[in-house]
């Protein structure tokens, strides 16, 4: 049980990426997007695009992980090594951004717990299942 509720925060923590990666690659310069992440103006969107650009490709790339750790889980069982591996560095490695997020201040205490949460949960549950 430990195991399927692992891979499900897991799958959430990875959604939750991929949604990040379209905000921040694909959908930067639209004004509903860089509101959301507290962007004034269509110039300092802009200004910023390949920033969000490249930081969108490193979410995806979490997200593929825990995708394929995900599947390697699936197929080949918990007790599966390649898989548990991936998943677990994927998951901490999506903890540790939303903790590197906490440094930059307070108001991205949010995102932070936002970006953190699935992935801590996912975490947590695959170690011990």
Do not use: C
Request: no cysteine; hydrophobic share 55%.
């Amino acid at each position: 049980m430990i195991g399927i509720l692992a891979l499900v925060f897991a799958g959430l923590a990875a959604l939750l990426h991929v949604y990040i990666f379209v905000l921040e690659s694909v959908r930067w310069s639209q004004p509903k997007t860089w509101k959301v992440f507290g962007i004034a103006d269509q110039k300092t969107a802009d200004a910023t695009k390949p920033m969000a650009y490249n930081q969108g490709f490193y979410n995806l790339f979490l997200a593929i992980g825990a995708i394929i750790g995900i599947l390697f889980w699936i197929v080949n069982g918990v007790g599966d090594v390649a898989g548990r591996t991936l998943l677990i560095f994927s998951l901490g490695s999506m903890l540790g951004a939303a903790l590197v997020l906490v440094t930059s201040g307070s108001k991205y205490l949010r995102p932070a717990t936002i970006q953190g949460t699935l992935p801590l949960i996912g975490l947590v549950l695959a170690i011990f299942a």
